[in-house]
């Protein structure tokens, strides 16, 4: 069952990558997940250059096997007036208040992090493994990164995506399903015409492109890894998965609103960053569901102050909870344990179909 293409392409022992997640992964969750024979990936999407820098750094010292490094692939921005963006601080006021932080100065909100040099980085550090989502890379930077060796992996969340991004040249697609938690990863027509269930996307990304595709969305365990690859999938990417186990950085809080979370208890929202995501609804999703926001990234610059604050003391309230729609699903082993159960449930799955 553990051999194909993208087994051979990745250099992994298992078809499973442990999905990239700015913010809620770390270094020590990638490295476990990679020596444990899966692709373990960093969503570096809100790391300076240097702190890239020192993340695979890090992540070398900790393990020698292949892993992934992750980030938007954002078309240049228009940024916002400095009149709309005092106007959103204004509307924010209560939280920075309620947290007793200050809210980000104009520049703050307009300067975001450079894209080119984050990308160089990662260029420079030769990873095995790229891996993009929200947009197609510039010509440029795919054509830098295939001359160095990198794997290339896009996220399509449409046909229409899928068939870009091999025209592109990726090596692998990952095609996001509607169950999935965190960023949506549309970049062609609006997110709302692309919350496609995984089980319809598979099949019909799989008869249009060449590469290897990738399935994300709601997998939780064995038996919907052998569903994923019944359907043509050649692997999965899995991340509320990994939000749980014990190599996780986040919030005991947290993880036990993953585990307790029903499939009608998540919803996609805008009011954390300003672009589509599916986390936990939560009191500050509701109080901001007619809010006026600024398009992402800008509108996440403005709730980073207050998410930090509540991310450090547990207040699940008023900070984003990225999860799919089968968090409860969620388990709280160490890495190792929970992939060996994995495939275990997968082997048992592909041998023993379920029937009427």
Same mark, same amino acid.
């Given at each position: 069952m553990f051999?194909?293409?993208?087994?051979?392409?990745?250099?992994?022992?298992?078809p499973i990558i442990q999905a990239p997640m700015a913010g809620s992964d770390s270094a020590e969750l990638v490295a476990a997940c990679s020596n444990a024979g899966i692709l373990g990936?960093?969503?570096?999407?809100?790391?300076?250059?240097?702190?890239?820098?020192?993340?695979?750094?890090?992540?070398r010292t900790l393990t020698d096997k292949p892993f992934a490094m992750n980030l938007f692939a954002l078309e240049t921005l228009q940024a916002p007036s400095a009149q709309s963006i005092e106007k959103a601080i204004a509307q924010l006021k209560p939280y920075y208040d309620k947290f007793e932080v200050s809210p980000p100065s104009i520049d703050e909100v307009i300067n975001q992090i450079?894209?080119?040099k984050q990308l160089q980085v990662i260029l420079d550090a030769k990873v095995p493994v790229f891996s993009f989502t929200?947009?197609?890379?510039s010509a440029h930077w795919m054509e830098a990164f295939r001359k160095n060796g990198t794997i290339l992996i896009?996220? #399509?969340?449409?046909?229409?995506?899928?068939? #870009?991004?091999?025209?592109?040249?990726?090596h #692998?697609?990952?095609?996001?399903?509607?169950?999935?938690?965190?960023?949506r990863g549309t970049f062609i027509d609006d997110y709302r015409k692309s919350m496609?269930?995984?089980?319809?996307?598979?099949?019909?990304?799989?008869?249009?492109v060449s590469v290897p595709v990738i399935a994300a969305g709601g997998i939780m365990n064995g038996s919907n890894i052998a569903a994923a690859r019944a359907l043509g999938a050649s692997g999965v990417q899995m991340g509320t998965a990994f939000l749980t186990v014990e190599e996780s950085a986040i919030h005991l809080n947290y993880k036990n609103a993953v585990c307790n979370n029903d499939p009608d208890s998540t919803t996609v929202t805008l009011a954390f960053s300003g672009g589509a995501a599916r986390g936990i609804d939560n009191l500050y999703i509701r109080e901001n569901m007619d809010a006026d926001l600024l398009p992402f990234p800008f509108q996440n610059a403005l709730t980073k102050p207050f998410r930090k604050i509540a991310n450090q003391r547990g207040d699940i309230e008023y900070t984003n909870l990225w999860c799919g729609q089968s968090g409860k699903?969620?388990?709280k082993l160490k890495v190792k344990d929970l992939v060996t159960e994995l495939l275990a449930e997968a082997n048992s799955a592909a041998c023993n179909p379920a029937s009427d």
């Open positions: 051999t194909n293409r993208l087994i051979d392409l990745l250099k992994i022992d298992f990936s960093l969503g570096a999407q809100y790391l300076t250059p240097s702190e890239i820098e020192a993340s695979i750094k890090r992540i450079d894209p080119d929200l947009g197609v890379l896009g996220t #399509a969340t449409n046909i229409k995506e899928a068939i #870009a991004l091999e025209k592109a040249g990726v #692998a697609i990952c095609v996001q399903g509607a169950e999935a938690g965190g960023h496609i269930e995984l089980k319809s996307l598979i099949p019909q990304v799989v008869n249009v699903l969620a388990r």
